[in-house]
């Protein structure tokens, strides 16, 4: 680093984002990315864009997005916000409320980060079964977050748990970010209404298969979302670009596509679970477009030698286990017949038959 760096950051450990490959030959299950194409009426909406316009700025309120949004959810425009991906909002949230923040030990990599780089106090909340007690979130004296489902784990807190948490920090914001929660969990947008403290953050990145347009939203009472665009409007008022705008438009309104593709991935998560759990490896419950699979050390690295990319951390904690995004059926199958294959080979070693 430079000698000019602001001393307040040069303690600070970035995020370290999953691999993205150059080579195609890959089988990429490690950044939770969606196997399938965007919306056919997302292509066709980009493809509809008058291109001479691409010359002028986009709309800082994202005002055909965030109604087509609103109309989705049965809210009203003013509860949402759009952000550079759910990370910017996350960052928003966290200048606007997270002097202190209290969050899962194992969780979203960006928490830890993102309270180091803006200046808040960190708590991270113990986790000895790598499950979330919603016990640990009583009466806080800060901003709490939770993913719901968790990352990496795929666990999903039910939401009686995330109004318990509600109901017991009325004084502070309680933010659930939902990246994964269309493969299965339950929203708590259904909250909104009740608790003006609740802020409720989703991503087009994964369930909508729109991750290199970089689209996230907020909802949340009219006040939060005030706050939230104070901090865009003095940050980057123009924070989606023209084809973001229209892509999100266009995906939100085509609801059949969406949960046709969430039910195949909801499938094949659920065909791969009892084919890895046959071979004796645990994996815990998700409801994520991914898995948390207890392998033993190693695995990541013989399966990136097998030409199959996972996300593997080493931290104590969760040093045993990998987190395997959910392909089509036909990355599923090659990366069972390579764990079977790796575990034959342990077993050989260890001569075991």
């Known amino acids: 680093m430079s000698r000019f760096l602001n001393d307040k950051l040069a303690s600070l450990e970035p995020y370290t984002p999953g691999e993205q490959p150059k080579i195609s030959r890959l089988i990429k299950l490690n950044t939770n990315e969606n196997p399938y194409p965007p919306s056919p009426e997302v292509k066709r909406a980009l493809a509809e864009m008058d291109k001479d316009a691409w010359r002028l700025y986009p709309d800082p309120q994202t005002g055909e997005a965030v109604e087509a949004i609103a109309d989705h959810f049965g809210l009203t425009p003013a509860q949402v916000m759009l952000g550079n991906g759910s990370d910017e909002i996350l960052a928003f949230a966290f200048m606007a409320y997270g002097q202190k923040v209290y969050f899962p030990e194992v969780s979203y990599g960006f928490y830890p980060v993102f309270a180091g780089l803006l200046g808040g106090e960190a708590c991270q909340v113990p986790m000895p079964d790598l499950r979330i007690d919603p016990a640990d979130y009583q009466h806080n004296d800060g901003m709490v977050v939770l993913a719901n489902p968790n990352a990496p784990t795929g666990v999903e807190l039910s939401p009686e748990a995330i109004e ?91 609801e059949a596509y969406f949960e046709t593709q969430c039910g195949r991935i909801i499938k094949t998560r659920q065909r791969f679970v009892r084919a890895v759990e046959a071979l004796g490896f645990p994996v815990m419950t998700s409801r994520a477009n991914f898995v948390f699979v207890k392998t033993g050390a190693g695995y990541a690295e013989r399966l990136r030698a097998r030409g199959i990319l996972v996300r593997h951390w080493d931290k104590e904690q969760i040093r045993d286990w990998i987190r395997v995004t959910i392909g089509t059926d036909e990355d599923m199958e090659q990366l069972t017949a390579a764990l079977k294959e790796i575990k034959q080979e342990e077993n050989d070693e260890a001569g075991i038959h």
Do not use: C, H, W
């Open 164 to 254: 318990s948490i509600l109901r017991a920090n009325p004084d502070q914001v309680v933010l659930v970010d939902e990246a994964y929660v269309d493969f299965g969990a339950r929203s708590s947008l259904a909250l909104l209404p009740k608790y003006d403290n609740l802020l409720v953050v989703q991503t087009f990145s994964k369930s909508r298969s729109l991750a290199g347009m970089r689209i996230g939203m907020a909802m949340g009472s009219e006040a939060l979302i005030e706050d939230l665009n104070r901090i865009k409007f003095s940050f980057n008022p123009y924070n989606l670009s023209r084809g973001a705008i229209v892509a999100a438009a266009a995906a939100i309104r085509d």
